[in-house]
């Protein structure tokens, strides 16, 4: 076992990529041992929101036993797993086995008296857990082992990197440190449930659901939790009725557009979140935004949050992605390494812009990976032909069909290896042809623009959306610039020689913002590059260093 390891579970860098998948919780860890079929998107979906409902959190003195808090709680039902964190305090997350057991203890659990403050009475899954007598009740107590909710800072990460034996390890190691644990992940589910909770005091059959990095296999620990608003349970009773000898529908509130109804469902419930959910601060409606959300913070998990209304197509493509990310172990470590070096070297930014985003960044890596010889990963058209009847989705007049089973899928002759991947990936985009192609997933080859964007990615579903509309021809430079920079270091640096010198290498020598080691070696190799590029690189290195 890796001796790095933060997480819970048994969990070697060295070993089959079939473990990461159960640390990131696609597998039943038991199913795990005895059978190789991997989960659906579906599947997995379903399965973290029913535990999720089962859930509870709960925020406990800063001196706990542990033995006794579960055995209090066991006495309304079994304990399915449970583990703490810190988040402004020490908290527990329970998960139950019958949902029913949250009922027992509601039950019992009593209010805050309005001595203070006045108290809005609703009643939530959150709880807060004090002793009667802390001094006499805290001496019994031994350790608890925190679980981290958040990765290692980046300086401490360059020096693991350094002790690693090759680039490609070096990239497991911080796919390791950076990726979502199986804890995570149980609390990114139930930060879902709690807000489904308010959502179903008007619409009893929502449900709201993760999407984005969060299930798509390559979110890290500290990213934020995009979330949506589902009714498509209530689409059921519809094709129930029309079964019959007659039609029968609800009476419904008709608006002249479903962004209006969008906007309008989302005003309300984030009014309730404002007013009434315990630990929901700075809720912001952005209702006029393309696409119309909420965003708030939830102090109890410590996410940052995004709601939003039902968008299939967003769903299908967090499900394009566990795909392409569940299919060789090589994808997640490569795009979790590259998204790094782009966040790092302010390429990407955690605020809207004219740079390039997680989203588009991991599309152009998926694309680089289907471009391979062989490809590690097929192209959309070919995910196309493997779907069967249950795979046919078509959305807003568009085919988003593609297989869903893992079975189907046959794994790549490819053999490569990270360090020849992450070096040739830079030395792709270095050299590639923005001003006459674009990227196109869903056929895996350079196409002709279809318009000037400095950068245009297909949207792999709305076939007449780029994607990366929003990125300026000056980031685009900046990102070609690092790129080339980037292949430099990796194919002309000596490594023993670094090593022998105690100086970052590999991975971790891209890790660190150029301009910091010598700003004029990047100017030197950027001829060709226009004296725009070089003047807003050498802004931002700048702002790096200050
Ligand atoms: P993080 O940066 O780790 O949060 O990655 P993310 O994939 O979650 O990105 P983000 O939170 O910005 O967006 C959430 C999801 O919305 C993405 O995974 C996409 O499915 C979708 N999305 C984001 N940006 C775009 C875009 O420009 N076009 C389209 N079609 N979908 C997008
Ligand atoms: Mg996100």
Redesign the pocket.
């Known amino acids: 076992p890796n001796s790095h390891c933060r997480c819970a579970h048994k969990f070697c860098i060295n070993d089959s990529p079939f473990k990461y998948y159960r640390k990131i919780g696609l597998f039943h860890s038991t199913d795990a041992e005895v059978s190789t079929r991997r989960k659906t998107f579906a599947e997995v979906q379903t399965e973290r929101l029913e535990q999720a409902e089962r859930t509870i959190l709960i925020k406990c003195p800063p001196k706990i036993n542990e033995k006794k808090l579960l055995q209090y709680l066991s006495s309304h039902g079994k304990i399915n797993s449970h583990f703490f964190f810190e988040n402004r305090g020490i908290h527990a997350l329970i998960e139950f086995s019958e949902k029913n057991s949250i009922a027992s203890l509601q039950d019992v659990i009593g209010i805050p008296s309005a001595t203070e403050h006045h108290v809005v009475p609703f009643k939530s899954r959150l709880f807060i857990f004090t002793l009667k007598n802390p001094v006499g009740q805290a001496a019994a107590e031994t350790p608890i082992h925190l679980s981290p909710q958040s990765h290692i800072p980046v300086k401490d990460l360059i020096q693991k990197l350094c002790g690693a034996e090759s680039i490609s390890s070096q990239m497991y190691t911080l796919l390791n440190e950076y990726q979502l644990t199986e804890e995570n992940i149980k609390l990114r589910f139930l930060a879902c449930s709690l807000v489904r909770d308010f959502a179903r005091a008007y619409f009893p059959d929502s449900v709201v659901k993760p999407?984005?990095?969060?299930v798509?296999t390559?979110?890290?620990l500290g990213?934020?939790v995009?979330m949506f608003l589902d009714f498509h349970k209530t689409g059921k009773h519809t094709t129930k009725m029309k079964k019959g000898p007659f039609e029968m529908e609800y009476q419904m509130k008709r608006l002249p557009s479903e962004r209006l109804a969008t906007q309008k469902i989302l005003s309300v419930i984030g009014d309730c979140l404002d007013n009434f959910g315990p630990g929901c601060v700075s809720v912001q409606k952005i209702l006029n935004a393309r696409c119309p959300l909420v965003k708030f913070s939830h102090q109890p998990t410590g996410f940052q949050c995004?709601l939003s209304v039902s968008n299939s197509?967003?769903i299908k493509?967090?499900e394009l992605?566990y795909i392409y990310g569940c299919l060789d172990s090589r994808v997640r470590a490569l795009v979790f390494s590259i998204r790094c070096w782009a966040r790092i070297h302010g390429l990407t930014n955690s605020v809207p812009g004219a740079w390039i985003?997680?989203?588009?960044l991991?599309m152009m890596i998926m694309f680089f990976l289907q471009k391979r010889s062989p490809p590690i990963i097929p192209t959309l058209d070919q995910l196309r032909e493997l779907a069967d009847k249950e795979d046919q989705h078509i959305i807003g007049g568009y085919d988003c069909s593609f297989v869903s089973d893992f079975s189907k899928i046959n794994p790549t002759k490819n053999t490569e290896t990270l360090d020849v991947l992450l070096c040739d990936f830079f030395e792709y985009f270095g050299n590639f042809d923005f001003r006459k192609n674009s990227i196109n997933l869903r056929k895996g080859k350079e196409v002709n623009k279809p318009e000037s964007s400095p950068l245009y990615i297909w949207?792999p579903f709305?076939q007449d959306?780029n994607?990366?509309k929003?990125v300026n021809q000056p980031q685009l430079e900046k990102f070609v610039a690092l790129a080339r920079e980037s292949a430099w270091i990796l194919q002309k640096e000596d490594k023993t020689l670094r090593m022998v010198n105690k100086e970052p290498w590999g991975l971790a020598a891209l890790l660190i913002p150029f301009g910091k080691s010598n700003p004029n070696k990047i100017k030197n190799r950027m001829k060709g590059i226009g004296s725009e590029t070089i003047k807003s690189l050498l802004d931002s290195l700048k702002k790096l260093d200050s």
């Open positions: 999407f984005g990095s969060s798509n390559f979110g890290k990213c934020d995009d995004d197509i967003a493509s967090s992605l985003t997680n989203f588009s991991t949207n709305e959306l994607i990366s929003n």
